[in-house]
Each structure stands twice: as C-alpha cells, then as structure tokens.
C-alpha cells in the first residue's frame, strides 16, 4: 500500500481530502504543520507528499526548498496545494521541485487523478547515474554538472531540463514534450516557460550552452558540435 503525506493546517480539507485517499486505497499521515515533515520523511520517506503553501510557522515553499536541497528527500514527489492560482505561483513551486500544483478549491476526483498521474510518473523515472555530451557531465546522484572543468550552478529544475536534454541527444524534443516531462501533463503555463529555462541554461553553460539548440517552430535538441561529439 502506498502512503501519502499531507500537511494542511485546514482541518475540514485536511480530513476530507485523507478520506478520499484512504477509500483510494492509499495509507495517509497527516499533520499540520511542517515543523518535523523533513525528520518525518527522513525516517519513513512516503511514496508522494501533499504539501500546503500556507501553514503556520514556515511556509510551504519553504519546507519545500529544503526537502529539494536534502540529498535523502529530493526526489520524494510533491504535490502542492494552495489558494494562490497566478502563473507565477505556479511556476516558483514547479521551479523549486514541486511535481504538480493544485489550486483550491479542488475536487476530490480531480486530487486523485492527479496524485496517480504523479505517481505514474515517478514509478516510470529510471534512476541515471551520469550522462555525458560533449563536454558536459551531468551526475544526478551528486547533482553535479560540469561544462568543461567549471561546475555549474543550476536550479532544480534547470537541472532536471539539461538532465532530461542529455537523455536524448540529437533528439529533437518538442515544447509539449519538455512541459509534459518535467511540469506535468497538466501545467496550463504557456511555450515560454520552456524557453525561459532554456535561456538560463545556455547562458549558465556558457561555450557549452550551444549545445543546446533551436529547432524553429518545434522545439531543441541536445547536439554538440560535430568536432567535439567525434573527440
């Protein structure tokens, strides 16, 4: 049976919301706060969180960034919920490692599709020791990336891109499927989210963000230059 986490402070979603779950079939912890989610998912890390953005003490995003930044959590999923619903929102949870976002008020129905599209997702994801093009080394385990000799600093999900990128070289990768991939079947941000990421990351790779290149009206592909992919 899979278990499921959910912190909410809200105590009519919160039981409402677990009642769903369980008749589901999953096993369901809840709390609500974060004040001991990090040890919590330490000791007994569940298959997929369900987190709240306001909750007292700290904050969502907040518990969010350090359960990302923690070798033993990072690649836990995590759905988040919140009555914020602009685009930017959105996209600083995504941003920051968040597997989805959920806007309230939502159905019950519309909460456990989403929470197995997530877990389809994760159980799919085939851990990748270290991926190589050209001169770019990419270790998700350390996530460490190297252009060259330089280490680069990259956000998590400028991570996840180059990670998802160096997967398929000389792949040309539609923006539906880079969204898809990484934001989740269901993120309604538009083209520009992709190229915003994309722009990041050529500029942080520097000589080596070439690699990354645009096929017009379609979407990149992670090729690098003939003379260096042959050496």
Known sequence: MQTIYIVEDDDSIRELVTYALQNSGFKVTELVDGDDLLSLCQENQPDLLLLDIMLPHEDGISLLKQLKEHKGTMNMPIIMLTAKSTELDKVKGLDLGADDYITKPFSVMELISRV???????????????????????????????????????????????????????????????????????FEGESRTVDMHIKALRQKLQDCGSYIQTIRNVGYVMKPPDKEGEE
């Open 116 to 186: 197995k599209a997530v877990l389809r997702r994760s159980e799919m994801q085939k851990p990748i020791a270290q991926l190589k093009v050209g001169n770019i080394c990419l270790d998700k385990e350390k996530r460490i990336v190297l252009a060259g000799d330089t280490e680069v600093e990259l956000t998590y999900k400028e991570f996840e891109l180059l990670a998802y990128l160096m997967s398929y070289p000389q792949i040309v990768l539609s923006r539906a499927q880079i969204l898809n991939a990484l934001w989740g079947y269901e």
